[in-house]
């Protein structure tokens, strides 16, 4: 029997299959590519899965295991202690249940950046313009439509809310635009990550901007973190993306200020129950829709799947993490930080 280190895949790979491969130079491989949630909970108590380290989770893996609950994180053998999560969103992973059994978590914040924030300003964009209604038309023979005149972005107050790596991926975009930032977030950044930005309250995002931008993690403290009472704060006319996650938004609130006029324009790229998508928002031709395409590249996706491995390795070879989720940040029995 090997005595390497026990790793497991969980879910698909798309883009790294050989790096992976190449781990068995030191690791013992399993992996857990298809199947079902039952199926994966009998391997963890049968003994399939005995002195597993740690993981590697896809993102998409949740169609194969279901989330990784309270009850399938109790399940997981006492020698595992690293998830590595391909994803910048981690919801689907209960981390309270994760940190109660000593298990770290990282994801991939770093690789997602740029391309989040591409889609970001896509999106930005195409709700300043309205561009909805054109872009059918014109596949419909009708020209260009019902068009209604759009904005510029110059001269605009753009509102970032969450100034992490994607918001300040964001706001150097969108500065090429023309365009004033102002952010909330959990605390006031350094000024050389500010970058001529304004830390404002919450409220003061909300009355003050033109462009609203939600880029920050869903958890329990910010689910439905925009809803009616927050947009009834918002400057009349407001645009809002989101790249982050739909459920930060309550959807139907949305929808009524969008049909009200509150809202001017929406560009969204994820959704309160995708795929699911509220009707009032498919219907809407001030609502410019993607699909859930943030990260859709195959730069984007191979870079984000590297370093899930790479931080894999950093678990097990090193008792580190490079990007360590912030729930268990300042935790005493967490892996020290390695650098990305």
Known sequence: MSSSPKVLLIGD????????ESLSSKYALLEFRKGTRAEFLEHCRNGTYAGVRGCYRS???TTVTGPFDKELVAALPGSWKFIAHNGAGYDNIDVAACSARKIAVSSTPVAVDDSTADTGIFLLLGAMRQAHEPLVALRQGRWKGKMRLGHDPRGKTLGILGMGGIGRAMANRARSFGMEIIYHNRRKLEPSLEKGARYVSFDELLAQSDVLS???????????????AELAKTKKGVVIVNTA????INEADLVTALESGQVSAVGLDVFENEPEIHPGLVRNDRAFLLPHLGTSTYETQRDMELLVLKNLQAAVDEGKMLTLVIEQKGLDWVPEEADV
Do not use: D, M, P
Not at 13 to 20: G, R, T
Not at 214 to 228: F, K
């Open 13 to 20: 790979l798309a883009h790294s299959n050989q790096e992976w």
């Open 214 to 228: 939600l880029n920050l993690a869903l958890n329990a403290s910010t689910r439905h973190i925009v809803s009616a």
């Open 59 to 61: 993102n998409q893996s």
């Open 245 to 248: 996650r739909g459920a930060l």
